[in-house]
């Protein structure tokens, strides 16, 4: 296949991977034991799980987007085609 015909260049995938792990590290930073019935954990309202959390997976998301959006410049394709 044709790189001229790709959406994406090889800089979109790596923003695309970077924001993935930054939502996969928000994910992890709101993780965590909660409560039951029989105790209660305050730590379910720590900063982190309810403020922190949530911005870096916001982060994530909007770099995300920002990868899809990306357009690839022209010289980048022709620098490819070059090469190959």
């Known amino acids: 296949m044709d790189k001229k015909n790709l959406a994406f260049d090889k800089v ?12 996969i590290i928000g994910f992890i930073l709101m993780s965590g034991s ?9 730590e379910i ?7 922190v959390a949530p911005a870096v997976c916001f982060i994530g998301f909007v770099s995300m ?6 357009k690839p410049k022209d010289g980048q ?3 490819e085609k070059k090469e190959a």
């Open 65 to 70: 987007i920002y990868a899809i959006i990306r």
């Open 45 to 51: 309202f720590s900063t982190m799980r309810i403020k």
């Open 12 to 23: 979109n995938f790596i923003l695309l991977a970077i924001g993935m792990i930054v939502v």
């Open 34 to 42: 909660g409560s039951n019935e029989t105790t209660y954990n305050p």
């Open 77 to 79: 394709i022709g620098e």
